[in-house]
């Protein structure tokens, strides 16, 4: 167990840089959870997290710049992704920085579109600052609250219950989203689609 913990004191910090920098929450909110029980810095995490995503919208809104939509045409990933961002882009223009900070699989295809856009450069980079810090604080507090409550479930049933309520979690959300969010995003972006 001493390794693992070492393990993640040393390279913790640099998995959250380099997830965030991508695009993903889960390595973050796991560093969050660490933090809860002392494991990982609380503070450290959320500055890491949020340099991670600055840069890494930096970066994708000068590739935007750049090449733009031949890059976005050329990865299918991103391509596959495109018709959705654009369409959040072009109907919420001034809140769309923001909104995409919180839906999967459309930050980087956001960011090379704002970089395609006509946004200058200081707005998006102002923008991002406040967006990237208020989402890592967001994102941390998530985090934070599961890792305290998966301590509290482990100490109260073990490690086999905290399994258990795991996999509870992930299943009802599962359902939760296939019986509700799916077809309503589905029916909203798909009809908008086809206009």
């Known amino acids: 167990m001493e390794w693992a913990q070492h393990f993640v004191e040393h390279y913790g910090y640099w998995a959250v840089f ?6 993903g929450e889960s390595v973050f909110i796991a560093a969050a959870a660490l933090a809860a029980v002392h494991i990982m810095d609380p503070w450290k995490v959320i500055i890491v997290a949020a340099c991670g995503a600055f840069m890494g919208h930096m ?6 710049r750049w090449k733009g939509m031949q890059l976005i045409l050329s990865v299918p990933v991103l391509a596959r ?3 959705k961002a654009n369409l959040i882009l072009d109907k919420y ?8 900070q919180y839906l999967y699989g459309t930050r980087i295809v956001a960011a090379i579109l704002f ?3 006509s946004i200058e450069f200081w707005r998006f980079f ?3 600052i406040v967006n990237c810090i208020s989402w890592a604080f967001i994102i941390y507090a998530v985090g934070h609250a599961l890792g305290t409550a998966g301590m509290a479930i482990m100490d109260r049933f073990g490690l086999v219950g905290l399994f258990v309520v795991l996999g509870a979690a992930a299943l009802t959300a599962l359902v939760c989203y296939w019986r509700f969010g799916h077809h309503h995003f589905m029916h909203h972006f ?4 086809k206009n």
């Not at 380099?18 to 695009?23: D, G, L, N, P, R």
């Open 18 to 23: 380099i997830w965030t920098f991508i695009e």
């Open 59 to 64: 970066v994708f809104f000068w590739l935007g």
């Open 115 to 117: 970089g395609c856009s």
């Open 190 to 193: 798909g009809r908008d689609n």
């Open 81 to 83: 992704h495109y018709p």
């Open 126 to 128: 102002l923008l991002q």
């Open 93 to 100: 223009a001034h809140w769309s920085i923001f909104i995409f």
